[in-house]
């Protein structure tokens, strides 16, 4: 049995769909990002799932259990803001108990139920401390903390790294990934960074204008991508425009500016002759005037400040790589 299962989720304001038809699974123990643009219906999805907003249609199932209209106080779940908002006239371990002690769960249980979820975060021994003394890292882990005290079923994270810098934000990615694996909980975890979103994630899905468009492993929405804004989303891609003139099997062959290519066939519309093809990873091999596949092939993609195209040099001679800043190539070898 998934740990959550949402069907046909749906949600308006004003007449205007923000969320429309998303069904989602997520596996016990499963690390599962939800990411987009801003504004493309992910937080109002996860605020949806935390009971804190009404959906307009659809259902949501925890543990098996319909919670559609339950509110927030009766489903197993528990939420991170991107705002901690952690009590100042706390100590640490207060924080941590405090949905504990307004569950009514007794004080000795509460005890060892903080002292067990403040390891887990490796702030063993930080309990007496003021939340005014820690530093942006360890805050965070104490909302981590105080949200996995209650043992939720789901745990849903709406973009709680968004404040760090990038070097404590990739830390705390590793060890958001470490504490999820170590209790077995199962993370939604809601941001528009893809990075770490595809760092830390078993699957990932992609939202557009309040509709998934792809899901998948990060590495399969990476090299294969459904759509042009899932493949540019990403991160920065050579997408070729072209037209079908032959398939074969899984692959499809496409005329473009750059000659002919053959490409995976999901990543043509099997509907159209027009596509855009994504040059990512290996996938796509450029063929020889003859039409014979050739060997030598887009082994890469054109990525962020880096700007080289990496070329597999397999039906020739070795040549040296010269590293730093080189521009691609042009197909018939010249700069």
Excluded: W
């Excluded at 307004?102 to 060892?112: C, D, I, L, Y």
């Excluded at 309040?210 to 991160?235: C, H, K, N």
């Excluded at 070729?240 to 473009?256: I, N, P």
């Amino acid at each position: 049995m998934s740990a959550l299962a949402v069907e046909g989720l749906g949600k308006a304001f004003a007449g205007e769909h923000v969320v429309e038809d998303v069904s989602l699974t997520l596996e016990r123990g499963e690390f599962f990002s939800l990411i987009g643009p801003s504004g493309c219906g992910k937080t109002t999805t996860l605020r949806m799932l935390a009971g804190l907003l009404d959906p307009d249609s659809g259902t949501i199932r925890i543990d098996g259990r319909d919670v559609t209209d339950r509110p927030a106080r009766n489903r197993a779940t528990n939420m991170v803001f991107q705002e901690l908002v952690l009590f100042p006239h706390m100590t640490v371990a207060e924080n941590v108990a405090y949905g504990l002690a307004r569950s009514g769960v007794p004080k000795p249980e509460r005890q060892t139920r903080v002292t067990e979820a403040l390891d887990l975060v490796d702030l063993g021994g930080f309990g007496e401390r003021d939340p005014a003394d820690l530093s942006g890292g360890q805050r965070q882990r104490v909302a981590l903390a105080r949200a996995l005290v209650n043992d939720p079923e789901v745990l849903l994270l709406d973009e709680p790294l968004a404040s760090l810098d990038r070097a404590l934000r990739g830390e705390m990615q590793r060890e958001f990934r470490r504490i999820q694996r170590d209790s077995e909980t199962t993370f939604l975890y809601v941001t528009h960074d893809q990075e770490s979103a595809m760092s830390m994630s078993d699957r990932v899905a992609v939202m557009r204008a309040g509709e998934i468009v792809d899901r998948g492993p990060p590495r399969q929405l990476y090299s294969r991508p459904r759509t042009r804004f899932v493949a540019e989303f990403l991160g920065d891609a050579t997408v070729l425009d072209g037209e079908v003139v032959s398939r074969d099997g899984g692959t499809a062959t496409v005329e473009t500016q750059a000659g002919r290519v053959n490409a995976i066939s999901e990543t043509a519309n099997d509907h159209s002759d027009s596509v855009a093809h994504p040059a990512r990873g290996g996938h796509t091999r450029r063929r020889r005037p003859d039409g014979r596949g050739g060997r030598r092939g887009l082994q890469g993609v054109l990525r962020g400040g880096d700007r080289r195209l990496r070329r597999r040099a397999t039906d020739g001679p070795p040549r040296a790589q010269r590293r730093g800043i080189r521009r691609p190539r042009s197909i018939d070898g010249r700069r």
